[in-house]
């Protein structure tokens, strides 16, 4: 314990008395630096890669057979999600960059020469605004500044609402958010461009569109992204309605292109500057949700495509029962006459046949089972809209043998009797 003016401070032996003259740990000050990733986007990807490396670990598990279908299943299905989770959340669908010199922030006299990024997402707009080197000197080197700015401003409040003019409580999240930077003293371009999209009136309404815009845009990507995993489910239970989801999905997320496209704005947002106007074009967001909307309809139309004419070969490549939509019909020698020659079987192959039966194969072994079941195959195929239907005809077979001791002979008026020679044996 010591004495040090009129304070006593009282030191702790042992954990902190190393090289210090403090008796407690180190104190740092804050260090506050510039967001130069999107949390969200790379936290998508991180999961999406966590799973895709967990199924390569267990893909050795696997017949040798079906790796490569099942690898290409997995991979081609985490794709589709991931992308249209990260068009959903993606924040580049417009954006612009420029550098120029412009006026930093008040009460600091001079320009700096700085690169200015704008991005534009569904939910938000993200300005960006840096120098190179980031340390800049002002009233004559009695200032420095670090000039590495990264501000997002939200309009997606709840229920996506504008909200009255101006900047009060009732007023949107985005006006609020911008009302927030000018009392914290943000950089004056981050508010001129953030102003921008304050304006609604007379014609000049940027913020209330690409709002819009981006409020239905995000519906038809959720409702891309629960169809297709709702394909994804289909594709292991009827491969015809899982091509129809991905059909959907793909329609989905084009038409999500053309809502953006068409509501975002009738007027051309341009911010001009010192040595430049910041004008916009699509970004990658844009073109990933484009890309993946003709992905998945071509996917769907492949799907559907090869269900009607090789529809075995893609069973076995989506490693599903051929026969499990087959639907079996029994049919005696009545049911045969009556349906006749017009009875519409499309052909399908024969499982023990090599080459594909014709459909005037199958009426004609039904007309030949007749007059010599013995000639019709055990099964025959039809189609029926969707489903494939198995009709299985009636052949004659000899009766089951009956023990000899249990045989009744005694009995003239029995309608059968197990006699080899009259049961065709």
């Not at 696997?62 to 924040?91: C, D, P, W, Y």
């Not at 490693?319 to 087959?326: E, K, S, V, W």
């Not at 039904?366 to 195959?377: C, I, K």
């Not at 009956?402 to 003239?412: A, E, I, L, Y």
Request: hydrophobic share 40%; with cysteine; proline share 5%.
């Amino acid at each position: 314990m010591a004495n040090e003016g009129d304070f006593w401070i009282y030191r702790a032996k042992g954990l902190y008395d190393g090289w210090r003259h403090v008796p407690f740990s180190t104190q740092y000050p804050e260090l506050k630096t510039a967001v130069t990733k999107d949390v969200l986007e790379w936290g998508l990807v991180y999961v999406v890669l966590i799973l895709v490396v967990s199924f390569v670990f267990v893909l050795p598990g696997f017949r040798k057979s079906e790796r490569i279908t099942t690898s290409i299943r997995i991979f081609v299905g985490l794709f589709v999600v991931a992308t249209i989770l990260l068009s959903n959340f993606g924040q580049e669908w417009e954006v612009s960059r420029l550098t120029t010199k412009t006026p930093y922030r008040a009460g600091l006299k001079g320009e700096i020469k700085a690169s200015i990024a704008v991005k534009i997402g569904l939910r938000s707009v993200n300005i960006t605004l840096k120098t190179d080197p980031t340390v800049v000197k002002f009233e004559h080197g009695r200032v420095n500044e670090t000039v590495d700015y990264n501000e997002r401003l939200s309009w997606d409040n709840e229920g996506w609402t504008v909200g009255r003019s101006g900047f009060g409580p009732n007023a949107g999240r985005f006006n609020q958010e911008f009302r927030e930077h000018q009392r914290k003293g943000s950089p004056y371009p981050i508010l001129w461009i953030a102003e921008y999209f304050t304006f609604d009136g007379e014609g000049i309404r940027w913020g209330r569109h690409y709002l819009q815009a981006g409020y239905f845009t995000h519906v038809m990507l959720w409702t891309a992204f629960s169809s297709w995993i709702l394909a994804l489910v289909l594709f292991n239970m009827v491969l015809r309605y899982g091509g129809y989801a991905s059909l959907v999905t793909g329609l989905c997320l084009i038409v999500g292109n053309i809502i953006y496209a068409t509501l975002r704005n009738p007027n051309q947002l341009i911010i001009p500057f010192e040595d430049g106007s910041l004008e916009f074009h699509w970004g990658w967001s844009f073109w990933l949700c484009l890309a993946t909307g003709i992905f998945c309809f071509l996917i769907g139309l492949f799907v559907l495509i090869l269900d009607e004419f090789a529809g075995d070969k893609l069973a076995d490549f989506f490693g599903i029962d051929f026969a499990q939509d087959l639907e079996e019909i029994y049919l005696d020698s009545d049911d045969i006459a009556k349906m006749g020659k017009s009875a519409a079987i499309p052909s399908l192959p024969h499982p023990d046949s090599p080459e594909p039966q014709s459909s005037s194969y199958n009426v004609e072994m039904m007309e030949r089972s007749l007059s010599n079941p013995s000639a019709v195959p055990e099964r025959a195929y039809r189609k029926k809209s969707v489903f494939r239907t198995k009709v299985i005809t009636p052949r004659s077979r000899a009766p089951p043998p009956v023990p000899q001791s249990q045989r009744k002979t005694t009995n003239d008026d029995d309608d059968y009797e197990n006699n080899p020679a009259t049961s065709g044996h």
